[in-house]
């Protein structure tokens, strides 16, 4: 059987220090530590490889025998590109070889490069150290070795393939290990032997693995695929300035994408409007929600009352808006009835649940999001450090914290904080070194009832370096019936009054 | 008001406490406590620590445990008198047998038990809202302890103070059990917080930011001024008082302890003393069967009188009989250490060196000064030592019996891992750092600024700093508990009384909650069986030549004083003899030249640490081949010098000449090489300084003598052998010696059967047994049973066949069920034909291919190709059909494989077996060595000194003695011989990789040669792999032969590796 001439073409990428280059340790130890894994990093460049061929596949593993899953820094550093009707578009296979060769050598990625008939084929090239060039051979940039291999079509391709180790059929470790020890250390030897003999010892995957590579039997590329993030574009004619315009063309946009969203049953809790002008670099305009809502009007008041704060020095000459976070409906929908009718609280005896949610995104849009924001509790106990502000609409208002404080901390807790605690001066002090006496705003305060002293004491915490607090507090009663938290601090002994309670 | 602390933790409650017992103590003591109470959580692990410092601190100490029942609050138990003291230990034993290693499992009902005579103290840990809640187990506890009930008021600066004390109040009154105030101490001093939340980030798995809400807001929970205590109790003085009425009635202390071993082997009408002579008389005759000597009688008495006035007959019985359990299940057994110095223990079999022939000194066993008890160290073949163990175990029973615990402390590594996890950084980070502490020991925390600096980590930053300074507090803290080598402890009444019990990690095995070092403080007595694979080596020889040979040879009856066996040792050709086998060794010999037993004693004793330090071993060598140079200051000194030519070098000889030249009691002397053995403290050698020199200056000794005298002594007896040890050793190195010489095949096989054990791998053993002309023959299907078997050569001699176990990956079920289809009934011949082999045996696809590439199937006249070939196409899982089991022979041959090359032949028969009888991996590459100037390895003996050079070789093993100052040792092997590489710290760090793990590789360095013995100074290393494959000068001269010298050559640097035998 003559393998018939095959229409298609497969490029392999292989990268011999992983997607994401080699992490190389600088002279102090110190090494720079990635933040995604190899599986991110690949899926990347896979999508980036789609500027060359809509067709893309990541070699799902390393070595395709029996299914068996290699460790996973092999899964993932090889990918394929079906480039038959492509090539040309970039000046035949040899150019786009060296295209790529040279756009990944800048992103400091070693790669090696094959062109072939067969998957199996262009895989096992792109792994092929190159001993003695075959056909093409190219050192591209500097420090990257690039490694191009093309097999012209139509080729015997076990000519090609024989001198080459069995590791490039894609085979388990064991397997490659067995026929290293009968001998067989290339293809050109595996395929000498008898092929009924082979399938009785080590099943047909071997000979299919053979029968792959030399195009003998079909193979299926696996393709990449990914959601394209919804988005909703305005090209304006002629520039503009007018607000009003913008207003209506956010309408239409948010309109675009909510029923892009709505298509994929999902509802946007956050988008980016990103405003085109002529000559400046374009303003990005991040909108974020507290609770998901499908209403385009609501989206597009909401960039309006950014827009308000903002000068814009040019005329917009296009918009474009970018969902860059959604929820399920589930999440949103609570209400049976339709709950879009009373939106912006039009019926005030009745007001909407999402009246509130409205209002805070509105607040937040027009005097940022900083602005509206809530405490939050803290297990810290330095006061200060108890507490802290949390913007309102980036609150996650999924999956709460399952920390609980104890309702008895705030008995002991003044609900009036100074910001920063306030010196005090002529203090008075009884024997056990309880406060008597002080002045506060000028005013002479009488203490009548003291308790204390709690101690509260920082020595050290976390990175941030080691800073010093002890302080003895005590909750004092003033014989004007006013309670205060105050403290002495260790070492120098000052007093300061850091609350009021009630 | 005075006040005494009752609930404390130590650093012995795992991850819990933050501070050492002693550091406890001395500041309990500071602070002018009445008393101070160790509590650990379920444990007394730290209780003798504790001890020993407040003996020295004059501290009242009480012993408890704080217990958390599983239904009921935690509760603190305090030991009133030794009785309650015997039931808290029994309680703890009790949960600690129910639960797995490390944990306890006690229940209240337990508690009651154990209760009469302990106090009980109460921690609340939440005061509910609702009184009933604790209401009711507090009646409970006071059910079971009545007015020796109180309930924990413990004060630490916190929100409400003075509620939570009204509350405490109210909760007292209403359940009637007075308050107790407290501390809830975890730490000696405020400035340990830090480390205490790191303890208990790290228990909780989790970083410090991450646990913020159970930590306490400040650090109160150390030991507090009284009169601070004071002041915060001042509503409720009636619980300070308290303190100091339960202190006070507390007054059990460790010194009341009395052990006792037991008695039981004494028979009914006898005395423990009466029987211990009876038997000593009766081994006497035995050992001096031409009559006892006057002066042996003499020692005999001596020392029996010393036994029975210590009271340590018992001791000796119970050692006895373990020995004599040993030999009537023929288990090769001999003491060692001290107690080859006692005539008692040769004559009761324990010892095998007549100190009255070797002139040792009892006192440096057993002495009336050290109130020490005496060690007694056994050793057993290692592969039957269990048998022993569960012997005692079942003699005694559980409760009687345990093993002794090892303290497993903190290292920098694992100190820098858990403080750094606990700060927060990175798993990648951390193990980043941790990769360049190489396991190093607490006491080396001092350069670990260095280290992570080097590391990478910028210490003065302020994560760096804290890190540094929080992983040295933890260096050297308690870590868990693990179990002794061999340390087992009996009593007379139950062990769980003075001790806690705990299940060990390993089944059938319980561990007392002590070390050896509170053992010997309580002075507890110890039995030490250890495990020694010389002797299982040597019992295999012993039973293999009463086989082949019909010669009943013992431990006891070996021809003494062979000259053949000390011209072979004098030849250095000692690979497989104990202890004279190591590099160090092996280069000593030819220098030493050993020519009768004594001289081997001196051996086994003069290359260690110690000796080498000191630098004794050149004027010994001197003296040695020179007699007449020595000269004695005077006769006393002759006489205990006189055997060592001069040079002191046993711990006996110090102790001997303390005593005549300088009056030492025997006892003085003793504790004069104790201390001189105490590195820790160099305050404590002062005064027997001052003695020493005094004494020999008034005998009229020259000053100058003296001061050489005292540094000679201290220098060795910092690693210094007792004589006695040496001796014992130096017997079981004359037997292996002796086996070696005079049945090389039948030792070389026995040694293949105790494996592992000893410095060589089996390819270093069966190559010096081919230089003794004994012929090995491969492991084969139809003549290898499960263990190396010797067979009839063609003249005559002994021929070794090698075992089914020297092929990797093959259980002993497989050879047994090979070896019994082989010879079952009926089928008296060998297998005829694989499929033959396949049908008899049914063994599945898996087994047949590990022995197919191991080339077992040879006698069937099937190369490993063959047969891999045909095992591949069998089923997983053969079954055995009996009527079909005689068919033809009709195996499936494949004329399409490539022949098989020698290269590949060795390659393989290394990855198989770790050894080649066909040839040694580096010949195949010798050519291209040449080529780059690479010596063989035989001749770098002739190579000029201090000229340059450069080897190749296999990697036998390394060492890095923790005395050589970071020097790093490789052994290296190839076709011609073997050669010594030595690398400094820096050549090491420079090549860390390959210096650490590569199984072959290239060094150049500069030759170095000191009394005829080589080395090779390394500055360069690097891996010999598959660069040289290509070059491979094998009879494969096809296309594919570069691929398989690639693949020869990447296996030889990779494969290989596990083979060597790495020390450090």
């Known amino acids: 059987m003559k393998p018939e001439h095959s229409p298609k073409r497969y490029l392999c990428l292989w990268f011999p220090e992983g997607p994401q280059g080699q992490r190389r340790g600088n002279k102090s130890g110190g090494t720079r530590t990635s933040t995604v894994s190899d599986g991110e990093a690949i899926g990347k460049l896979a999508r980036w490889c789609q500027q060359f061929s809509p067709y893309v596949a990541i070699e799902p593993t390393g070595c395709k025998e029996r299914g068996e899953r290699q460790n996973d820094q092999a899964a993932h550093d090889a990918l394929l590109l079906e480039i038959a009707g492509a090539a040309h578009l970039f000046g035949g296979e040899d150019a786009l070889a060296q295209q790529l060769a040279r756009r990944l050598s800048k992103r400091s990625l070693a790669v090696g490069i094959a062109i072939a008939d067969t998957i199996g084929a262009a895989w096992a090239l792109a792994r092929q150290e190159a001993k003695a060039p075959r056909i093409d051979r190219a050192e591209v940039g500097e420090g990257h070795p690039t490694n191009i291999q093309i097999l012209a079509p139509g080729k015997p391709l076990l000519a090609a393939l024989g001198p080459l180790p069995l590791a490039a059929l894609r085979l388990a470790a064991p397997t490659t290990a067995s026929l290293a020890s009968l001998g067989i250390h290339n293809i050109a030897q595996l395929s000498a032997l008898p092929r009924d003999q082979l399938t009785a010892r080590f099943g047909t995957s071997l000979l299919r693995q053979l029968d792959q590579a030399t195009g003998h039997c079909k193979e299926v590329l696996e393709l990449i695929h990914h959601p394209v993030p919804a988005s909703a574009t305005w090209m304006l004619e002629f520039p503009t300035d007018r607000i009003d315009l913008l207003q209506e063309i956010f309408r239409r946009l948010a309109v675009q994408i909510t029923d892009t969203l709505s298509a994929r049953g999902q509802v946007p809790l956050g988008l980016t409007c990103q405003l085109g002008l002529q000559a400046l670099s374009p303003i990005n305009i991040p909108v974020h929600l507290y609770r998901a809502c499908p209403d385009p009007k609501h989206l597009a008041s909401l960039i309006g009352l950014h827009l308000e704060r903002r000068t ?12 860059t976070d959604t929820a399920h409906r589930e999440a949103h929908q609570k209400q049976w009835f339709a709950p879009h009718q009373d939106v912006a609280g039009q019926r005030r005896n009745n007001p909407s649940p999402h009246a509130l949610s409205r209002w805070i995104e509105r607040l937040s849009s027009r005097l940022g999001c900083t602005a509206v924001a809530r405490p939050e509790l803290r297990c810290d106990p330095i006061p200060e450090r108890a507490s802290r502000l949390r913007p309102l609409t980036r609150c996650k208002r999924v999956g709460k914290s399952g920390k609980t404080i104890d309702p008895a901390t705030f008995r002991f807790r003044p609900l009036w904080l100074e910001s920063a605690p306030l010196p005090l001066r002529k203090i008075v002090l009884d024997r056990l070194g309880r406060p008597l006496r002080f002045e506060y705003h000028g005013d002479t305060q009488e203490v009548s009832l003291a308790a204390g002293p709690e101690r509260i004491e920082s020595t050290w ?29 260790h070492g120098d002994g000052a007093w300061f009054l850091h609350g009021e309670f009630d | 008001m005075p006040y005494a602390e009752l609930h404390c933790k130590t650093n012995f409650s795992f991850l819990v406490g933050a501070s050492h017992p002693e550091e406890l103590v001395a500041r309990a003591a500071e602070l002018g406590y009445c008393g101070l109470a160790i509590t650990d959580q379920h444990s007394l692990a730290g209780v003798v620590r504790a001890h020993r410092a407040a003996k020295e601190a004059d501290l009242k100490l009480i012993l408890g445990a704080e217990i958390t029942p599983e239904d009921a609050p935690p509760v603190v138990l305090l030991a009133k008198d030794r009785k309650s003291y015997g039931r808290l230990a029994r309680l703890i034993t009790c949960g600690r047998r129910r639960a797995a290693k490390g944990d306890c499992k006690i229940l209240m009902a337990d508690i009651a038990a154990h209760a009469d005579g302990l106090w009980a103290a109460i921690s609340p840990k939440h005061l509910p809202r609702d009184s009933k809640h604790l209401l009711r187990p507090l009646g409970r506890y006071r059910d ?5 009930t109180s309930l924990l008021a413990e004060l630490h600066l916190g929100r409400d103070d003075r509620g939570k004390l009204a509350q405490l109040q109210q909760f007292s009154r209403a359940s009637n059990i007075p308050l107790l105030a407290a501390g809830d101490v975890h730490y000696h001093d405020p400035s340990r917080r830090a480390l205490h939340e790191v303890l208990t980030a790290t228990h909780l798995g989790r970083s410090v930011d991450q646990i913020r809400e159970h930590l306490p807001a400040n650090a109160q929970r150390h030991l507090r001024p009284v009169a601070e205590i004071n002041a915060l109790f001042s509503d409720a003085p009636q619980a300070i008082e308290r303190t100091r009425q339960i202190a006070e009635a507390c007054h059990f202390s460790l010194d009341e302890l009395r052990y006792e071993y037991p008695q039981e082997l004494v028979p009914p009408a006898s005395t423990p003393i009466g029987y211990l002579t009876e038997l000593t008389m009766r081994g006497a005759r035995r050992r001096y069967p031409d009559g006892i000597t006057e002066q042996a009688d003499r020692r005999i008495r001596h020392e029996l009188d010393l036994i029975g006035e210590l009271g340590y007959e018992t001791y000796f019985l119970t050692v006895w009989d373990l020995v004599r359990f040993a030999r009537r299940r023929g288990i090769l057994c001999q003491g060692r250490g001290s107690a080859a110095n006692s005539v008692v223990c040769y004559c009761l079999g324990i010892t095998a060196i007549d100190p009255e022939r070797m002139d040792l000194l009892f006192e440096r066993f057993v002495s009336r000064e050290r109130n020490e008890a005496p060690d007694i160290d056994v050793d057993f073949e290692h592969e039957r030592r269990e048998e022993v163990l569960q012997y005692m175990y079942r003699k005694y029973g559980r409760e009687r019996v345990g093993m002794t615990a090892v303290v497993v402390r903190y290292r920098v590594r694992s100190a820098v891992r858990d403080v750094a996890r606990a700060l927060g950084m990175m798993p990648a980070d951390i193990d980043r750092l941790t990769k360049r502490i190489e396991r190093a020991m607490p006491e080396e925390k001092k350069t670990l600024p260095e280290r992570l600096s080097e590391a990478g980590l910028d210490t003065q930053s302020p994560l760096g700093r804290q890190l540094v300074a929080l992983a040295e507090l933890l260096c050297g803290f308690p870590r868990h508990l693990s179990q002794h080598v061999g340390g087992m402890v009996m009593t007379r009444g139950p062990l769980c009384e003075l001790v806690p019990i705990e299940n060990a990690a390993m089944s059938g095995r319980t561990v007392i909650e002590w070390n050896k070092d509170d053992l010997d403080e309580l002075g507890i007595l110890k039995v030490d069986c250890l495990s020694l694979g010389m002797l299982t080596a040597i019992r295999k020889c012993f039973e293999l030549i009463e086989r082949h040979w019909d010669r009943r040879l013992t431990l006891a009856n070996i021809p003494a004083e062979d000259a053949g066996v000390y011209d072979m040792i004098c030849k250095a050709e000692t690979v497989g003899v104990f202890q004279i086998e190591s590099r160090a060794q092996m280069s000593m010999l030819p220098r030493l030249r050993p020519r009768c037993f004594y001289d081997l004693v001196i051996e086994v004793a003069i290359v260690r640490p110690g000796p080498i330090q000191g630098d004794l071993v050149h004027p ?37 000449l303390a005593m005549v030249a300088a009056g030492f009691t025997p006892g003085q002397a003793d504790a004069l090489r104790r201390a001189m053995g105490a590195w820790r403290s160099d305050g404590s050698i002062d005064p027997f300084r001052k003695q020493l020199i005094d004494g020999m200056r008034q005998r009229g000794y020259s000053a100058q003598y003296c001061q050489t005298l005292f540094e000679q002594l201290r220098s060795f007896s910092l690693y210094g052998f007792p004589e006695s040890h040496a001796a014992s050793f130096a017997l079981l190195v004359y037997v292996s010696a002796y086996l070696k010489h005079h049945y090389p095949a039948a030792f070389t096989a026995a040694l293949l059967n105790s494996q592992p054990m000893g410095f060589y791998a089996p390819a270093q053993l069966i190559r010096s047994a081919r230089l003794h002309r004994v012929s090995v023959r491969p492991a084969d299907v139809n003549h290898s049973e499960w263990d190396c078997t010797l067979e009839t050569d063609k003249s005559g001699g002994a021929a070794l066949r090698l075992g089914l176990r020297s092929i990797a990956g093959l259980s002993p079920e497989v050879a047994k069920t090979i070896v019994a289809a082989r010879n079952g009934p009926g089928q008296r011949t060998g297998y005829a034909s694989l499929e033959d082999f396949v049908a008899r045996t049914g063994l599945g696809r898996a087994k047949l291919i590990r022995l197919s590439c191991a080339d077992a199937f040879l006698s069937l006249k099937i190369d490993r190709r063959t047969a891999l070939w045909n095992a591949l196409a069998q089923e997983s899982s053969q079954r055995v059909y009996p009527l079909f089991g005689q068919t033809e022979c009709n195996d499936d041959l494949c004329s399409e494989l490539p022949a098989i090359s020698e290269a590949e032949q060795v390659l393989a028969d290394y990855q198989t077996q770790g050894l080649s009888l066909r040839g040694h991996p580096m010949s195949f590459f010798r050519t291209a060595l040449s080529a780059r100037g690479i010596l063989c390895l035989d001749r770098l003996g002739d190579h000029p000194r201090d000229r340059r050079a450069e080897v190749a070789g296999l990697v036998l093993g390394r060492q890095r003695p923790a005395t050589a100052g970071g020097i790093t040792f490789i052994t290296i092997e190839d076709e011609s011989g073997i050669a010594n590489l030595i690398l400094h710290a820096n050549t090491t760090n420079r090549f860390r990789k390959i210096a650490n793990s590569a199984a072959a590789l290239i060094a150049r360095g500069r030759v170095e040669r000191n009394d005829g013995v080589t080395h090779l100074i390394v500055d360069r290393l690097q891996v010999l792999g598959a660069d040289l494959g290509a070059n491979l000068d094998a009879d494969v001269d096809t296309d594919v032969g570069a691929d398989v010298g690639a693949d020869v050559g990447a296996d030889l640097g990779n494969n290989l590796g596990t083979r060597s035998r790495d020390y450090r």
């Open chain 2, 620 to 656: 010994y060598l001197q003296r040695r081949h020179n007699n007449a140079a020595v000269e004695y200051p005077s006769e006393e000194v002759r006489k205990v010098l006189k055997k060592t030519l001069g040079v002191p070098l046993f711990q006996e000889q110090a102790m001997r």
């Open chain 1, 461 to 489: 915490r976390g990175r941030s370096g080691i800073r010093q607090i002890l302080r003895d507090y005590y909750r004092v009663q003033t014989s004007a019936q006013r309670r205060f938290w105050l403290f002495r601090r």
């Open chain 1, 312 to 323: 814009i020095r040019e005329p917009v000459c296009s918009v474009r808006l970018v969902v």
């Open chain 2, 144 to 148: 079971i302890f009545s007015d020796r």
